[in-house]
């Protein structure tokens, strides 16, 4: 997701460029690739560019309850400021930013997004994912993805923790 930005770091302050984003990136650093779309804008400020994303994507994630494998829908909505780090006019090295977690442009003026969008795809990811709400999970006796039906187990099982009380009466 690399924009030269060269041209608009030339133009004055409230310049804009709106860009199609149509990329496939590895969100998770697993080697899957994921389909971004959306759009972001560029904008030239005093000191840097400030892009302004709306994006869409999709990961593949673990259930939590059945341990099934489900496509998962990620909106995101950003904004993040790139600071040069070479003076555009006159190639001169620019002083690095007070914080090392700050973007930046490289010095062939190429504005990377992918970065910024891989960690707000992965902040958007839920810490407990479920493929539905409704998931019923799997059986506790057989291990069975109750999703994919009924398994053969009878119905009632025993919850360890009333066991431990009948042990007791
Ligand atoms: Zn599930
Ligand atoms: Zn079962």
């Not at 924009?3 to 650093?29: C, F, H, M, T, W």
């Not at 790139?82 to 001169?92: F, M, Q, R």
């Amino acid at each position: 997701m690399q924009i030269n930005v060269s041209q608009l770091l030339q133009e004055p302050i409230g310049a804009l460029r709106d860009y199609k984003v149509n990329e496939v990136i590895d969100i998770k650093g697993d080697g899957t690739g994921s389909a971004v779309e959306g759009e972001c804008r560029l904008l030239r400020t005093q000191r840097s560019i400030l892009a302004t994303c709306s994006l869409r994507t999709a990961v593949e994630l673990t259930c939590s309850r059945c341990l099934g494998q489900f496509s998962h829908h990620l909106k995101l909505k950003f904004e993040e400021e790139y600071l040069p780090t070479v003076d555009v006019a006159t190639g001169a090295p620019m002083p690095p930013p007070e914080e090392a977690s700050t973007f930046t442009i490289d010095e062939h003026h190429i504005l990377d997004l992918t970065e910024a969008v891989r960690q707000y795809s992965l902040l958007a990811i839920p810490m407990k994912p479920l493929c539905s709400e409704d998931c019923a999970g799997i059986c506790q006796n057989c291990g069975k993805n109750l999703n994919q039906g009924s398994c053969g187990c009878p119905k009632q099982y025993t919850d360890p923790r009333w066991s431990e009380l009948t042990k007791l009466l």
